[in-house]
T-cell receptor, first 113, second 110 residues
Framework: DVKVTQSSRYLVKRTGEKVFLECVQD?????MFWYRQDPGLGLRLIYF???????EKGDIPEGYSVSREKKERFSLILESASTNQTSMYLC????????????FGPGTRLTVL | QQPVQSPQAVILREGEDAVINCSSS?????VHWYRQKHGEAPVFLMI?????EQKGHDKISASFNEKKQQSSLYLTASQLSYSGTYFC???????????FGAGTILRVKS
């Protein structure tokens, strides 16, 4: 089974802080994703990476950046956290494409005060 | 464009059936269904591809009507373990990204 792990389950940060969310997958998948989950809005794609150092913007990339220096690791960066970025963040990986079966991590609930 | 799921929430007793719908305003290539239990990661249920095939395993099945740009998830003889939030994700073309609906909360009571 693919395992996707995220560095923290819960995180509390202050407005203006730089925040790093880390995600690691152990099955050599090409594709990795960062989603944001909010009640009533479902899962929204922030960024997608299809290879090391390669990335594509998703539907809501504003205020976020990403880094993929190694195949197994995909980081989401909030350059200057704001209260409207309080949310659940889910990392996922897939083998073949961005419309392939997604394997999700457990999520990081980020609160920005 | 985000697909529309209906209903937003449904409460069932064990053994009852439920249908969750997912509709899009765009032509669809594939529909994916995921279930997320409270406090857990979403888990893949099934993919349906353009062609109208129906899929299923155990007592959960789904259909895809490409003319109507709609998919339905059927849960029969529901069990307590079916409780959770069900998401559909739609893709408009091969290799295109998934766009998820807002989710349907399903609660099964004993």
């Amino acid at each position: 089974d693919v395992k996707v792990t995220q560095s923290s389950r819960y995180l509390v940060k202050r407005t203006g802080e730089k925040v790093f969310l880390e995600c690691v997958q152990d099955m050599d998948h090409e594709n990795m994703f960062w989603y944001r989950q909010d009640p009533g809005l479902g899962l929204r794609l922030i960024y997608f990476s299809y290879d090391v150092k390669m990335k594509e913007k998703g539907d809501i990339p504003e205020g976020y950046s990403v880094s993929r220096e190694k195949k197994e690791r995909f980081s989401l960066i909030l350059e200057s956290a704001s209260t409207n970025q309080t949310s659940m963040y889910l990392c996922a990986s897939s083998l073949y494409s961005k419309a392939d079966l997604l394997n999700f991590g457990p999520g990081t609930r980020l609160t920005v005060l | 464009q985000q697909p529309v799921q209906s209903p937003q929430a449904v409460i069932l007793r064990e053994g009852e059936d439920a249908v969750i719908n997912c509709s899009s305003s765009k032509a669809l290539y594939s529909v994916h269904w995921y279930r997320q239990k409270h406090g857990e990661a979403p888990v893949f249920l099934m993919i349906l591809l353009k062609g109208g095939e129906q899929k299923g395993h155990d007592k959960i099945s789904a259909s895809f009507n490409e003319k109507k740009q709609q998919s339905s998830l059927y849960l029969t003889a529901s069990q307590l373990s079916y409780s959770g939030t069900y998401f559909c994700g739609t893709s408009s073309g091969y290799g295109n990204k998934l766009v998820f609906g807002a989710g349907t909360i399903l609660r099964v009571k004993s």
